[in-house]
């Protein structure tokens, strides 16, 4: 008779379980080896490219000169800091305005349809003209008709030029958030006897925001960005000051640094978009599992 019976399985207790793997530093490392001797090549090949130009001298002179960074470097950090607060200001109306935006579109009332209109309106119109080009019909047109009881500055009209152009798009993506909600949550919500409102307060919105918050991250840095727009109508933010250093002294290595100063402030942004993502993809395949 053979002792692999269900009361002997019983007896003897679970398998052990299997034994444990040690952590293969080769099989981490290697990739991240050939990724590197890679990007070494590649970037190693393109350098080498450019510095034996003919007229490499004459670029690096213009371009990257060190004593010429150094001396712009301060006036174009005081306008970067001019694009932070700008970008900051403008991130928080425009994350208030467009979800305002998209609550009122998906409100499905018979007589919230007037609002849903105008809101699918507006969002067509900022969404089809560049924003480059609503800056400067703000930032100029408006200061100019000097109407009482309104700023005249170039830099709050060019500021809302982007508020309302941005959240044009951040608006549809607050909506496909809300629209990705299972209309189940609505249907249990309103069988609690929960209004329109409380409805999308409570089982709606907490949701959906948590859904888009990969997507926003996105709009975040691109809209960092986008900020130096807003020194084709004067502003002296950092790419104004570069402009302002390569007009005195006819060299370029000023926009270096203010490029320079970007780059710092939207890679780590980027970098936790695509954590954000990540962390996002990995939490909707253990739902799914």
């Known amino acids: 008779m053979s002792d692999d019976t269900p009361d002997h399985r019983a007896r003897r207790g679970p398998p052990p379980p299997p034994p444990r793997r040690g952590f293969d530093w080769r099989a981490a490392a290697l990739p991240s080896a050939i990724s590197a001797i890679s990007i070494l090549i590649v970037f190693g090949a393109l350098g080498l490219a450019i510095t034996s130009a003919e007229q490499w001298p ?23 800091w001019v694009n932070i607060q700008v970008w900051l200001t403008v991130l928080a109306a425009i994350l208030a305005w467009a979800l305002a935006l998209a609550i009122l579109r998906s409100l499905r009332a018979p007589w919230f349809a007037p609002f849903r209109l105008m809101v699918v309106i507006y969002i067509d119109l900022f969404r089809g003209v560049p924003v480059l080009l609503l800056v400067l019909l703000f930032g100029f047109g408006i200061p100019a008709l000097n109407l009482p009881g309104l700023p005249n500055s170039g830099l709050f009209w060019g500021g809302v030029a982007m508020v309302l152009s941005y959240a044009a ?43 888009v918050v990969p997507a926003l991250m996105n709009i975040v840095v691109a809209l960092q960005k986008d900020v130096a727009l807003l020194s084709v109508i004067g502003v002296r933010d950092a790419v104004r000051e570069a402009q302002i250093y390569t007009a005195t002294t006819f060299n370029y290595s000023s926009l270096i640094v203010a490029a320079g100063l970007f780059l710092l402030a939207t890679i780590p942004m980027a970098r936790l978009a695509d954590y954000l993502t990540r962390r996002d993809r990995m939490r909707r395949l253990q739902m799914a599992g």
Not at 179 to 189: F, K, N, P, S, T
């Open 169 to 211: 798009y951040v608006a549809e993506i607050y909506r496909s958030g809300i629209d990705a909600v299972h209309e189940g949550q609505r249907a249990a919500a309103r069988s609690l006897g929960l209004t329109e409102w409380q409805t999308l307060r409570y089982a709606i919105l907490p949701q959906a925001l948590r859904n």
């Open 58 to 80: 004459r670029i690096r002179l213009q371009f990257f000169n060190l004593d010429a960074m150094i001396a712009a470097f301060p006036r174009v950090l005081q306008g970067f």
